[in-house]
């Protein structure tokens, strides 16, 4: 059963409007969304699982879309799952519970990284519930496979830059996080640096975006519950009717060219946008290309959206 409860508009400004901040909950645990912008209903989910989202707000397409920035369970304002169950499937019916909530009968669903995952389980499994996909540098496939794979990038990224500090201690914490698990993540603080630590190689060009717009932040909720789950979709991409905009960085080393190409040529209706100055961070690196890309796929695909 699904439950809601909703505030006044008012709360965390987004760009030049006010976001209305609401409340859903499912199974009893609670999800909070806050809508800003008009036109069709476009949920956001950011990465992590267990980031914050507020790194993910897009003030731009919010003269055009209903902009539905999300904090996923277990993070944000967001409930924790209380049985660590963080399933794509689980995560997906918390953002229909969302639109649900919204009365909206179709949408977008914009997902970077894990809430890629999470837009591609939805396509999947509630064909026909969107009216399109945004892919933002993600992956149908996560798990051991995708984790070699970005530590061959990474390898890749710390050879072409062994003259940088921060690119190097990246690889070290990258390496005792995932490769050898042997960094202790403890709690919230904990995750919070192990995160840092890599986010210089999230980027094309760190420095340069430090010099332009200061360092970049991350908050994170780490739920020592949340169970390892491993997720492929690969075989079920050619199910996906709904038109797909594929958003890939040239320097992501989480989810590379490879996986955006392998994405992108399952859907009947896709198209591709690689940002050639970007990592995994292209809506900051790139913020006007992104922007641009994304404007222009509502606007071919949807009908009745505001210009």
């Not at 794979?149 to 050879?159: D, G, L, N």
Request: charged share 25%; with cysteine; net charge negative.
């Amino acid at each position: 059963m699904n439950e809601t409860n909703h505030s006044p508009p008012a709360g965390r400004p987004m760009g030049t409007t006010k976001a209305e901040t609401r409340t859903v909950i499912v199974d009893g645990v609670r999800e909070v969304y806050r809508v800003a912008g008009e036109g069709p209903f476009c949920p956001v989910h950011s990465g992590g699982p267990g980031v914050h989202p507020e790194y993910l707000r897009l003030p731009a397409p919010e003269e055009h879309l209903s902009m539905v920035h999300v904090d996923p369970v277990g993070s944000g304002d967001s409930d924790l799952l209380p049985d660590g169950d963080c399933s794509m499937a689980r995560y997906a019916r918390f953002a229909e519970a969302v639109l649900c909530d919204l009365a909206a009968r179709t949408g977008y669903f914009l997902g970077h990284s894990h809430g890629g995952f999470v837009a591609l389980q939805f396509a999947v499994d509630r064909p026909g519930r969107l009216e399109g996909l945004i892919l933002y540098d993600t992956a149908a496939v996560y798990g051991r496979e995708q984790m070699e794979a970005a530590t061959e990038e990474m390898a890749a990224f710390v050879q072409c830059r062994p003259d940088r500090p921060e690119a190097v201690e990246a690889t070290r914490v990258w390496e005792a996080a995932v490769v050898s698990q042997t960094m202790e993540i403890a709690d919230d603080e904990a995750h919070r640096r192990c995160l840092h630590g890599i986010l210089p190689a999230c980027f094309a060009d760190c420095r340069r975006r430090v010099e332009r717009v200061g360092e970049p932040t991350l908050r994170v909720t780490h739920d020592a519950n949340r169970h390892p789950v491993g997720w492929d979709v690969r075989d079920r991409l050619g199910t996906i009717d709904e038109p797909a905009l594929v958003i890939v960085g040239t320097y992501d080393f989480i989810c590379p060219l490879s996986c955006a190409y392998e994405t992108g040529a399952g859907p009947a209706d896709s198209r591709l946008c690689e940002l050639r100055a970007s990592g995994h961070f292209g809506h900051v690196e790139e913020a006007d290309e992104f922007t641009a890309a994304v404007l222009d796929f509502v606007h071919t695909t949807g009908k009745g959206i505001r210009t």
